[in-house]
């Protein structure tokens, strides 16, 4: 079987990063050591950092001193206080795509702009995005949602950082018609959306394709979503283990992608 892998597989700038710093504080062994959530969505790598002796935490009560770390998907500013508080030594590991959608949010409801989120609700990107608006703002996720929204009058669009692309522009075409005057930022990250479209270029060359990423990861599942739109027949795994053998067998070319948070040996 050949096997045809996407140039842009793998870990994104931002978990990179966010890789980088829980190692490097690893190494130091100065102490517990906890991130504040998952840091990343894929179970095998959480699994590399327990090994190293970092522990996830969802709540400060009882840990005592030690070094707890920001989750690459940002979390709520009351959460971030609430953890300065505590009396551990908090290390920001947010990706800056987030940081910047942040920012945006937390500018405009300053000035008194609504913020329209396209996104997951509960995903813990956008549960930390929502945390910035001064005023309550509003998540939606298909071009239906758009219905449901109160009349405003000075709304902007922000998109979590790992949504469907076309999803996204759709969506925005949607809120003009409503709101002429509406602001939009096209926040979904670089890496996200070279991934999509790399998926894309795999039509007709390859008999299937294969995603690996963690079941949980939002951008993963947009991988697979784009690949299954595009009429490809898609196999979403975790890791080699979760390979469908029996239908693959019958392939003579497979491509092969990854999510942002799935790691190098995973994809080998």
């Not at 602001?183 to 999509?196: K, M, N, P």
Request: neutral net charge; charged residues 20%; glycine residues 8%.
């Amino acid at each position: 079987m050949k096997v045809k892998l996407a140039k842009t597989a793998g870990f994104c700038m931002g978990v990179r990063r966010a890789m980088e710093i829980v190692l490097t504080e690893a190494n130091k062994n100065e102490g517990p050591l906890f991130t504040f959530g998952p840091l990343i969505h894929n179970h095998q790598v959480l699994e590399l950092l327990e090994s190293k002796g970092v522990r996830t935490a969802d709540h400060v009560e009882g840990l005592g001193s030690g070094k707890i770390i920001i989750r690459a998907h940002g979390i709520p500013p009351q959460k971030q206080e609430m953890l300065e508080q505590s009396g551990l030594s908090v290390i920001d590991a947010t990706c800056p795509k987030v940081t910047r959608v942040q920012a945006i949010i937390r500018h405009y409801t300053l000035k008194g702009h609504t913020a329209i989120i396209v996104g997951d609700q509960n995903h813990a990107e956008v549960v930390g995005l929502m945390g910035y608006s001064q005023i309550p703002a509003h998540v939606i996720q298909e071009t239906r949602d758009v219905s449901a929204l109160p009349h405003m009058e000075k709304p902007f669009v922000v998109a979590q950082t790992t949504q469907n692309a076309a999803n996204f522009n759709q969506i925005v075409n949607v809120l003009q018609r409503r709101f002429p005057d509406i602001r939009v930022f096209d926040t979904i990250c670089d890496a996200t959306h070279e991934r999509q479209e790399e998926v894309k270029t795999f039509k007709g060359h390859v008999d299937a394709m294969v995603v690996v990423g963690g079941y949980h990861s939002g951008n993963t599942q947009r991988l697979v979503e784009i690949s299954r739109e595009q009429g490809m027949p898609t196999f979403h795994v975790e890791t080699e283990k979760d390979l469908d053998k029996k239908a693959l067998s019958q392939m003579n070319v497979v491509g092969l992608t990854a999510g942002a948070s799935t790691p190098h040996w995973m994809i080998k």
